[in-house]
């Protein structure tokens, strides 16, 4: 069975955590990843598509991400996941085993994001 590769944006504020993900991932993902939420909005205002966001900033940020993004596509902002660093195996584990063509990753990233503690 051929697993489409998913497309995730992930925001970052540390350049090695965004490294090291986008190499765990870089077989089953598209990994597109900026430095800041502006970044992260620019491109989702631009139309850029993501089947899934992975932000990894402090919680202010990530939250006044989540609902601009939600302003512009609520459907996105719907599969954004915030997640701490002590956290990324569990994230990295998760991303590789979505599959696109099913979507069912819209099940396991409210899980994920429910057990992160985020």
Partial sequence: MCMS???ILLVT???LL???????????AEITFVL???????????GERY??????LDLKPSLALHAAIAR????LAGRMMVFDRRRVRQVIE?????DVGHRSY?????GSARASGA
């Fill in 5 to 7: 590769r998913i497309r």
């Fill in 72 to 75: 512009k596509n609520a459907k």
């Fill in 36 to 46: 800041t939420p502006g970044e992260a909005l620019a491109r989702v205002a631009r």
């Fill in 94 to 98: 998760m991303a590789s085993e979505l």
């Fill in 51 to 56: 089947d899934l966001i992975l932000c990894s």
């Fill in 13 to 15: 504020d540390n350049e």
């Fill in 106 to 110: 819209q099940r396991a990233i409210g």
């Fill in 18 to 28: 965004a490294y090291a993900m986008a190499s765990e991932l870089i077989e089953r």
